[in-house]
């Protein structure tokens, strides 16, 4: 059967006649058959205004059809709930990085540390950057048009919508430092964050100190939670009882890092932290220019520690100390976990990789005076 220019839909974008191989419409047929749950294949046709000549070859891995036509029979049949996995029409040798934007905050290292390993394996690596006031949608669309090996996405949390497109083009995707449970069928790597704040707290409570502040992350994100989390912990073992006073509350970037280290330091002097944790090491950045504003010595009067262990952490004056997170290990396994499950091996579908403590300058015991 043969379907003239002058009946195809305006999806398709080559000039000649379009042959429509029907054994693919009817297995697609069949299948739908078997579960009346799923919807028909004309109905997506109907919904996206295609034919179902157009809807066949999206499904199938046809060329033919344009990038924005693919696209809305994708959304269609998400929307409908038609879950028959697509075939991709030509698979990228690349590993998408999809982040919010590249900072000196663990997004460099991670970048420098999956180009490397990349280059070792003969593959490509493109990053989609989606911007801080909310992912663009478009953005997105574009990851899934140029059809990578597979994605790693550099922000904790990821639509169900946007897992659920991976999926329908069988694209594998991991997630780093997931939100809540994750379920079995998605994959993540993430580090465990909660002994990373109990180490950094109890490395200035050894030290002395008993008026250790904290500035967090923000407070959706599970990670600084995590930290937080140990930093209480670290605490309650210690028998410190948490002056409400000593908590800010940041959210890993420069500004807000910066008020809430003014926050804390502009307490009166017997009351201030003689010590401060501060959950990513931008926002240690920022404390070290607060305290310096206001003439506070480091580490004599104030003691700072900070995590991830990047650039300039230790070029810092004092040497920051700091948790460090194994970038180049988060990024291996995740590399790994895409191309074993497109060899169809099995794969742990999430893995926790250890954090450790880099002691540098910026800690020291406390005044005698404020030792208490």
């Known amino acids: 059967m043969k379907e003239t220019a002058a009946h195809r839909d305006n999806g398709v974008d080559d000039n000649s006649t379009a042959v429509i191989d029907d054994s693919a419409d009817n297995s697609v047929s069949a299948d739908a058959d078997t579960d009346a749950k799923r919807p028909q294949l004309g109905e997506v046709a109907r919904r996206a205004g295609v034919s179902t000549a ?9 060329e033919g059809v344009s990038a924005a036509t693919r696209r809305k029979v994708e959304e ?8 028959k996995p697509l075939v991709s029409t030509k698979t990228t040798q690349t590993i998408e990085l999809v982040l919010t934007e590249v900072m000196p905050n663990g997004t460099t290292a991670m970048i420098a540390a999956a180009s490397s390993y ?6 490509g690596i493109t990053i989609t950057q989606t911007g801080r006031g909310g992912r663009n949608a478009e953005n997105f669309h574009e990851v899934l048009d140029r059809n990578p090996l597979g994605v790693i996405v550099l922000f904790s949390s990821v639509t169900q919508r946007e897992q659920e497109q991976l999926r329908s083009r069988s694209i594998p995707f991991v997630i780093i430092d997931p939100v809540g449970d994750v379920p079995a069928y998605t994959l993540g790597v993430g580090i465990d964050n909660w002994t990373g704040g109990l180490v950094a707290t109890e490395h200035l409570i050894k030290l002395g100190h008993r008026r250790i502040g904290i500035i967090t992350g923000p407070e959706d994100s599970e990670s600084s939670q995590a930290r937080y989390s140990g930093y209480m912990s670290a605490l309650r073992r210690a028998k410190i009882e948490l002056d409400p006073r000593l908590v800010a509350h940041g959210n890993y970037l420069p500004e807000l890092g910066y008020q809430a280290a003014c ?15 501060a959950c990513n090491d931008l926002t240690a950045v920022n404390v070290y220019s607060a305290a310096r504003e206001r003439g506070i010595r480091l580490p004599e ?9 990047v650039y300039p952490s230790q070029y810092l004056f004092p040497a920051l100390t700091t948790i460090n997170q194994p970038f180049d290990l988060i990024t291996r396994k995740a590399i790994d976990m895409i191309l074993d499950t497109r060899a169809g091996k099995a794969v742990d579908h999430y893995s926790i990789l250890p954090t450790n403590l880099v002691v540098r300058t910026s800690t020291a015991e406390p005044h005698k005076a404020d030792a208490r």
């Open 54 to 62: 157009t809807v066949s070859r999206v499904i199938n891995g046809r």
């Open 118 to 123: 990349a280059q070792q394996l003969g593959i």
């Open 301 to 309: 009067e104030l003691s700072i520690v900070g995590f991830d262990n």
């Open 76 to 83: 269609t049949m998400t929307i409908l709930g038609y879950n």
């Open 263 to 277: 926050t804390l330091l502009d307490l009166p002097e017997d009351e201030r932290p003689t010590a401060i944790f």
